[in-house]
C-alpha cells in the first residue's frame, strides 16, 4: 500500500511537471525582437543568455490548480550563430547549449521539494532568408530547430533539465521596417515531440501533443546605440498525456514583454528584458528577467 500511494504521488507530481516542462521549452525557445534581421556573411556571434524565472501559481484548462506552486528557474544559454551563403540564400546555423538550476516546492507538489542542476538538451537551428532587402527593410526567414535528448535526465527525479525527448520545431518569421527607426515582425512555429517512454519509470510514457507559438515584436530606435520593443507571445495547444491519462493542460497562453537593447561598442550588445505570463490557461503564472549579451565578429 505505502509503495502504491509513493508510485501515485510521483504521478501526480509528474502530471504537474508536465505543464513545467512545456514553460521551460518556452524560456528556450521565444524569440527577441530583431532576431530576424540577418547580419552580413562571414559573421560569427557568441551570445550569452541569464533568465531567472519565478512563479507562485499553477493553472490548469483556465482554473487555479495551486496558489502553493514556488517553481524557481536560473537558466543561462551559450549559443554560437555563423552567417554564411548557401547558394543565393543568407543562412545562419548555430547551436544553443543551456545549462542551470530550478526548484520547486509547496502544496502544489504535495509538499515536496524538488530541484536540479546542469546541462539541458542543446538546439540545433539554421535560419535561411528567402527574402533579404535591406534596402527596403524587408526580411523572411524559415528555421528548423531540433531538440537533442541528451541534456541531464533521471527517470527517478520529478525535476529533470533534459526532457529525454526529441523535439521538432518549424518557424517562419517576417520583418518589415517602417521609416528610419521602426521595425514591425510577426514569428510563427509549431513543434512536435516524441514520446518520453521512462518518464517517471519504465513503462510510464508522458506524450505531448504540438505547441503552436505565435510571436510579434515592435521595436523602436531611440538613438543610434539604444533600442526598445514590446513584445507579444501566444502559445496554444501542447496537451499531455502521461500513463495514458490526459492531463487536460492544453495551453492558451498569453504573455508581454518589454526589451531594451544597447550596442556599447560596434561588436558588443547588451538587452534587457522583462516578461509576464498575463493570462494563462494551463501552466505556471510565472514572470521572467532576462539578460543577452552578444559579441560579433
Known amino acids: 500500500m505505502e509503495r502504491r500511494r509513493i508510485r501515485m504521488r510521483k504521478l501526480v507530481v509528474a502530471m504537474s511537471m508536465c505543464m513545467v516542462l512545456g514553460f521551460g521549452t518556452q524560456v528556450l525557445a521565444d524569440d527577441d525582437a530583431r532576431d530576424y534581421i540577418p547580419a552580413p556573411p562571414g559573421t560569427d556571434l557568441m551570445i550569452t543568455y541569464f533568465r531567472h524565472t519565478s512563479s507562485n501559481e499553477l493553472k490548469g484548462n483556465g482554473k487555479t490548480l495551486s496558489k502553493d506552486f514556488n517553481l524557481t528557474t536560473n537558466v543561462a544559454i551559450f549559443r554560437v550563430v555563423h552567417f554564411t551563403k548557401l547558394g543565393p540564400y543568407v543562412v545562419d546555423p548555430q ?13 502544489g507538489v ?11 538538451d542543446p538546439i540545433l537551428a539554421m535560419t535561411a532568408w528567402i527574402v533579404n532587402d535591406p534596402k527596403s527593410k524587408t526580411w523572411f526567414g524559415v528555421t528548423p530547430f531540433l531538440t537533442v535528448p541528451i541534456g541531464e535526465y533521471d527517470k527517478d527525479r520529478a525535476v529533470n533539465l533534459g526532457a529525454n525527448r526529441w523535439a521538432l520545431k518549424g518557424e517562419v518569421g517576417y520583418v518589415k521596417g517602417i521609416g528610419e527607426k521602426t521595425y514591425f515582425e510577426l514569428i510563427a512555429n509549431v513543434e512536435g515531440y516524441t514520446d518520453n517512454k521512462d518518464y517517471t519509470a519504465p513503462g510510464i510514457t508522458m506524450k505531448q501533443d504540438a505547441l503552436l507559438t505565435l510571436e510579434s515584436h ?21 496537451e499531455t498525456t502521461v500513463a495514458g491519462v490526459k492531463s487536460n493542460d492544453k495551453q492558451g497562453n498569453h504573455a508581454l514583454q518589454a526589451s531594451m537593447g544597447f550596442w556599447l561598442s560596434p561588436n558588443h550588445h547588451l538587452l534587457l528584458q522583462y516578461k509576464d505570463w498575463v493570462s494563462v490557461k494551463s501552466g505556471p503564472q510565472s514572470q521572467t528577467f532576462g539578460v543577452r549579451f552578444l559579441y560579433a565578429f
Request: glycine share 18%; hydrophobic share 40%.
Open 218 to 238: 515592435l521595436s523602436y530606435d531611440i538613438s543610434k546605440t539604444m533600442y526598445v520593443a514590446g513584445d507579444y507571445y501566444y502559445h496554444n495547444g501542447g
Open 95 to 107: 547551436i544553443l547549449i543551456p545549462a542551470g538550476e530550478a526548484h520547486l516546492d509547496g502544496a
Open 110 to 120: 504535495g509538499g515536496a521539494s524538488l530541484s536540479a542542476t546542469g546541462i539541458a
